[in-house]
């Protein structure tokens, strides 16, 4: 349970390093009233998502909180979550005949992304890796939370779920109507990270990698990694091997 | 001491059979004067082995076909660690197992260094092999006047050097290239193309100042009329996204399309310049109808073909490395002769990516298509050669017991647990100098690199299967990716003029002896 929950809020943060020291203030809690509702995912009644997160941490009691804006974008068969500064990307495209998964860090400033192998991601179980990529949770760690209560999110009605186990506290903040994962949070020990949405952009300002962008790009293999980092020709690809999510955890 | 013992009396046996010549069988022997079974066993075995190396002649003939067989990145560690394998997975003696290519009679030791490189990258030392020239890195057949990512084509046309797949063309010989890897990928686009960059496999990658051609194009405008010969006659590989254009959807991905912006389909150009067909996927390679004879360009992947332990899971299905070998060679075999160029491409990125369990049963589907490259054809005229383009910095560690299982933990010899480092944990007898490090993901390979570098002794491995082909070896230094690495690599040879590998060569002597044995 810690594993798929800890796996799931890894997803949701790693897209993005968390490059600043901000102290930040809390916020009002969100108001929790008791629920009798169940739970289920359905991405056939996802709607499209264009939103905008913050990820903190910190070591409690927080004083020194390393904070991250992102965004994600949401659609049948694209997801992306890129980081505010538009210098990292991460972009799923699902093949919408063979539910394949084809995954690619980006990065947007040099226009240069690695592809991975959609075998590999089928071989660690795509179905379910879209779903908890749509959705920001993965269907296992949430089923096996509690609801707890319902409370209100950003106008939603939303879903409360927590869970306790081996003194590591999550919860959870699920707005039905966008299955969508508003809130995740984790405390271990004396360690929080938290993931909430911050706002659903409504503007056209800040836009998901379109076919017309992505043509732009010089995408490797995966694979070929191993022979480029040293060149000095794919200096890039250093930088995008230690990519966000392989620093912080 | 015991054996400061036995080995007088075997001395005085050897001399025995020497002077009644083979008269005797060596077990008799043996058994008479050896103390133990074990003795006997290990005894006879070598005296066999004697005999049968006796047996070798120099074949001087000239060599109607030559097959050159390259596994990318396998060192000398990964044979002896995937013979072993081989034979465990088959139940057998693993330690005394032999992948086919070490059963040749003939071997030497081949120096990888490039013109520039302590530790060479595929490009030069595939460029050594098929010119007989070293170069720099990231070279493809050009000179070391060439810099890796020079632009000047007239520059670097000064410098083109002429390949072994090229002169076969000139002479009327059948040509093919095979790879789990792209075709455009560095070791088989050595054989067609020439260019100052591996990495320019379509034009999308060349330079706007730049007017060198992209690897892909080579394989069509470097051959056939006011080019080189008729055209290579089998191309089986992956890479199908650099031969197709941006706008045409791929056949097996519906997501995906190709990469090229120049407007060029380079596969309906092979069918229409070299009156070939155009495959790409598993059925349309069972249905090639050898009797046609017509050239045949298979690109079974966008990029590299699957690694043989996933192949099975491939959408549009995949032929083997031992099928695409023997495919090609019934579609090559004419009176005139041929040369084929084989590689396993993906043995490097098992091992880039920390994984050994791929790395390995990737070097025993190599074994197999050398089986079968090798039962096709008769070695009184067709020489064959196994090597490597470099190794990796894969070890092979410890004191483990005989049969204790090759991705497994040390055992010592006498115990049932594992042997425990100073630290008190347990390792395993497979790891690597430098790379990402332990890891265990349920499907592993390469989407390693999407997890943070754990190098060093990161985890207890007790509870750990790392025998499964998604564990991780443990590695030293961390990078991002497993190095290569630069000791020499074994050259295996059997057919004409394959006694001339002997000794310690440089890489670029494996051309020559080739160049020789064609009698070019």
Known sequence: MKKILLKTILLVNSAFTLTSCIIIEEGPRPEYISSDKSFSISLEKAPPIAAQYRTSACDLPCKNTKENDWYFWRDSDQIEIRNSQNTRSELWIKDSQTEKVTYFHLLPEDLKGIEYNPVDLKLLGNDKKWESLA????PES????????ETKFLGFDALIFQSEKNQVKNEVIWIPELQLAAKVSQIDGNHQVVSELSTLLKNNYEKPTTSEDFIKYQIIDFSDVGDMEHSLANNWVKKAVHAPGHEHH | MQSLFIRPRNIKVQAYLSAFSLALSAPIISAATLPDHMSNTWYSAGQQALEEAKKNHSNN?????VILIVGDGMGVSTVTAARILEGQLNNKDGEKNSLSFEKFPHLALSKTYSANQQTSDS???????????????????ASQAILNGETDAAKLNTHRLETILEMAEKKGLKTGVISTARITHATPAATYAHTSTRDWETNKDIPANSQIKDIASQLIDNFGENAIGDGIEVVFGGGRSKFIPITLVDPEDSSRTGERTDGRNLTTEWKNKFAGEYIWNKAQFDAINLNQGEPVLGLFERSHMEFEADRKNDVGGEPSLAEMTSKAIDLLENKKGFFLMIEAGRIDHGHHAGNAYRALT?????????KIAREKTNSKDTLIIVT??????????GYPKRGN??????IGPGSDTPTLAADNMPYTTLSYANGLGYHFLETGGETVYAEPIQAGRFTDLTSIDTTDEGFHQEALVPLSSETHAGEDVAIFASGPKSHLFQGVKEQNYIFHVMHDAFDY
């Open chain 1, 135 to 138: 959705t920001l949770i993965s």
């Open chain 1, 142 to 149: 949430i089923s096996t939370m509690m609801v707890v209560g």
């Open chain 2, 61 to 65: 003939r000239k060599a109607k076909n």
């Open chain 2, 123 to 141: 490009a030069p030392t595939m460029t050594a092999m098929v010119t007989g020239v070293k170069t720099n890195d990231g070279v493809l057949s």
């Open chain 2, 362 to 370: 990737d070097t025993i589907e190599l074994s197999n298509a050398v």
């Open chain 2, 388 to 397: 490597a383009d470099h190794s990796h910095t894969f070890t092979i560690a």
């Open chain 2, 405 to 410: 299982p090759i991705l497994g933990k040390v």
